[in-house]
């Protein structure tokens, strides 16, 4: 079959590869009809994440079940599914706990309690290292899917896979980061970085009575797509007033909901990179800091930008000062997928508008391009089968 395959950081081809079979009695064979570039896949891409052997990428698809190990009894060839990104058991202590990215199962090699950079990681994900379980990604004609009772969302054919192909990551993570903040109504929500992932909590924080949203980036295309579809006011971080702006638009207090939908892959200055290299840190946490900064007294900050390693001047006290509350960590799909299927079922929430480039499958290679280097006004690759 054919398979997008990262091969080395910015090496990546769409190979032909063996296809997958069931290894287990609870696997089932996926055939994908639509898949993502998602900008977690740029991690592996540029090397922040290390991977150093080939391995097929991706963690938002869909498709149709192809085949079911003997103990899947939930599902049957012909069901046409969605896939969540992590890779839960179901069963154990974290996944009875709606947390399924820490599942104690899916992760053997490198799982762990501590949480630290190499050795001990959370539960397996798709297409995203052998420190996540080494499981070939959804960029491919094919995939297999672990505990396949478990994750897989059954979706009937009056919904178009662009409808609800997100539901397997950006969706379900934007809703978290808005989820995590407790909002009661009301609040200004400010969100850093207007990717993907920014503005789909920027439509859910609307949902969760959200009375300003505003967008922060330093694209202006990202920008104006965050006003185009998410009904954002924005500003670019590259003025050097964002904090400023955030500010003057809440009394001065700051906005009650900043979220991170950034992480370590935001822009770095020259005396970052140097900082970096002196202190041995890969990528930046600029965005946290500027979140920090622009947070109210007392607020909430959401982080569900990826942060893989430790950096230098976190700023411990100035969130003490505060009194911020932090939520950080992967997204619970799981536990939010259902409910936000039925909000677009209902129409009360589109996420398909994201999309800006469509390719098959084939040009996957090229679709990274654009996506990394911020090519075309890109926001959104779909791939398709």
Not at 227 to 242: D, M, Y
Not at 261 to 281: C, D, F, W, Y
Not at 335 to 341: A, I, P, S
Request: glycine letters at 12%; proline letters at 5%; aromatic letters at 8%.
């Amino acid at each position: 079959m054919k398979a997008l395959v990262f091969h080395s950081p910015k090496h990546v081809s769409v190979d032909t590869v063996d296809a997958p079979v069931l290894l287990r009695t609870t696997d089932a064979i996926v055939r994908v009809t639509s898949t993502a570039i998602c900008g977690s896949d740029l991690h592996v891409y540029n090397g922040l994440i290390p991977q150093e052997k080939p391995l097929v990428l991706g963690h938002e698809f869909m498709g149709i079940v192809e085949e079911v190990g003997s103990e899947v009894k939930r599902l049957r060839p012909g069901d046409r599914v969605l896939v969540p990104f992590a890779i839960a058991c179901g069963s154990c202590f974290f996944c009875e706990r709606d947390l399924p990215g820490h599942c104690e199962r899916s992760n053997p090699g490198h799982y762990g309690p501590e949480g630290n950079v190499i050795s001990s990681k959370g539960g397996g994900l798709f297409g995203y290292t052998d420190l996540y379980g080494g499981y070939a990604g959804g960029q491919a004609e094919m995939v297999r899917v672990p505990f396949a009772d478990v994750g897989p969302r059954k979706v009937d054919d009056d919904l178009t896979d662009e409808q609800v192909l997100f539901l397997t990551d950006i969706l379900p993570t934007g809703y978290t980061a808005v989820d995590w903040a407790g909002m009661q109504g009301g609040e200004t929500v400010a969100v850093i970085g207007c990717g993907p992932v920014g503005i789909m909590a920027m439509k859910c924080a609307w949902l969760r009575g959200a009375a300003r949203v505003i967008g922060v980036d330093r694209e202006e295309y990202r920008l104006e797509k965050a006003r185009e579809i998410a009904s954002a006011e924005t500003v670019n971080v590259e003025s050097g007033v964002a904090q400023e702006f955030i500010r003057a638009a809440t009394g001065g207090r700051g906005a009650d909901v900043c979220i991170d939908a950034v992480g370590m892959e935001a822009h770095r200055t020259p005396l970052e990179k140097i900082s970096n290299m002196v202190h041995g840190q890969i990528g930046s946490f600029v965005a946290f800091k500027l979140a920090v900064s622009a947070v109210r007294r007392g607020g909430v900050v959401s982080v569900v930008g990826v942060y893989g390693m430790p950096y230098d001047n976190f700023p411990l006290g100035q969130l003490f000062d505060k009194g911020v509350t932090v939520r950080f960590g992967q997204a619970p799909v799981h536990k939010h997928v259902d409910k936000l299927l039925g909000w677009i079922r209902e129409g009360k929430l589109r996420a398909d508008d994201v999309i800006t480039h469509r390719l098959p499958l084939a040009e996957a290679a090229r679709g990274y391009d654009l996506f990394n280097g911020k090519k075309d006004g890109c926001v959104k690759v779909v791939l398709k089968t």
